[in-house]
């Protein structure tokens, strides 16, 4: 677990930028996606703000997005109570490795998304407006150098590094996910396959069984993630998602990195609900000395 005072002999922690913003689209009548940013430590949980910034060394701090399914409202309320449900088991989780009862991260996180699977799946045989609803889920955890992430469906996490390219960590839980990852199709061919948005794994909708995917991922300062919902990169190819996440935003009025993705897919797409998290990796700078003190 994390939440520890550093060592005065590690190296100084980075601190973490974030921002984040979702948009209902061009078409859809309302917005089915959601998004979570909190921060924690072993005494409280704070929600944070759709911007900010924070030192990343004693506190953890966790980002998810969430894209829901399902007839009528049910698609929105899969992705609300899931959102809802890792902002109150991830610290009870949290707490309880602190007291010995769990130490392992991945082992934590695969447990939070059985219990929503198991939630949602509930919610579905006990209410007919909830049968067969359902949700993905990406969520990042950022313990101090390490960001430990869990995800099922076709939501997605990216990770760019300081010096390399753009890389997606995670699986989309899908046949023609399948076929790019084994090489058997491109790109550009597996957004227009007919089977695009047909999921084999989500939580809930109607599913037994789900094998979330979970690891970690050593960060650096310079790094940057992005967590999002497929409506993004229905507008953006990844050579997009790279060009904007590592080049200064041209625009007159400054924007932060995730309205610019949302603002840049809605231009070239927008038929789907959008949401995207960037959490940039920054050096700690240390406050400059008190001009006032003795």
Request: net charge neutral; proline share 12%.
């Given at each position: 677990m994390s939440a520890e005072p550093?060592?005065?002999s590690r190296p100084v922690m980075p601190d973490l930028r974030w921002s984040g913003m979702t948009h209902r689209g061009r078409v859809r009548p309302n917005n089915e996606d959601a998004f979570l940013a909190l921060c924690f430590d072993g005494h409280e949980v704070r929600y944070l703000g759709k911007t900010g910034a924070a030192s990343a060394a004693n506190t953890d701090f966790v980002f998810a997005v969430s894209d829901g399914m399902g007839g009528a409202q049910s698609?929105?309320?899969?992705?609300?109570?899931?959102i809802e449900k890792v902002s109150h088991w991830l610290p009870r989780s949290f707490r309880m490795g602190a007291l010995g009862v769990a130490t392992d991260s991945t082992d934590i996180l695969l447990e939070i998304f059985h219990a929503i699977h198991a939630e949602l799946l509930n919610l579905g045989r006990s209410y007919e407006e909830c049968q067969g609803m359902g949700t993905t889920l990406s969520m990042c955890w950022f313990t101090?150098?390490?960001?430990?992430?869990?995800?099922?469906?076709?939501?997605r996490i990216y990770h760019l590094p300081a010096n390399g390219k753009l890389q997606q960590i995670?699986?989309?839980?899908?046949?023609v996910g399948w076929l790019r990852r084994n090489g058997k199709i491109n790109e550009r061919e597996a957004r227009t396959?007919?089977?695009?948005?047909a999921l084999n794994q989500a939580l809930g909708a109607g599913q037994q069984i789900v094998d979330p995917q979970v690891g970690a991922v050593v960060y650096e300062p310079g790094d940057r993630f992005l967590i999002c919902s497929d409506g993004l990169t229905d507008g953006l190819w990844d050579r997009h998602l790279d060009e904007f996440l590592s080049t200064p935003d041209s625009a007159p009025s400054p924007r932060t990195p995730a309205q610019r993705l949302i603002d840049e897919s809605l231009e070239r797409s927008g038929r789907d609900n959008l949401t995207a998290i960037v959490v940039e990796v920054l050096e700690?700078?240390?406050?400059?000395?008190d001009?006032?003190?003795g």
């Open positions: 550093s060592s005065p698609g929105e309320f899969a992705s609300r109570i899931t101090p150098g390490r960001m430990f992430f869990g995800h099922v469906g076709d939501s995670t699986h989309d839980h899908s046949h396959h007919p089977m695009r948005n700690h700078n240390l406050p400059a000395p001009a006032t003190a």
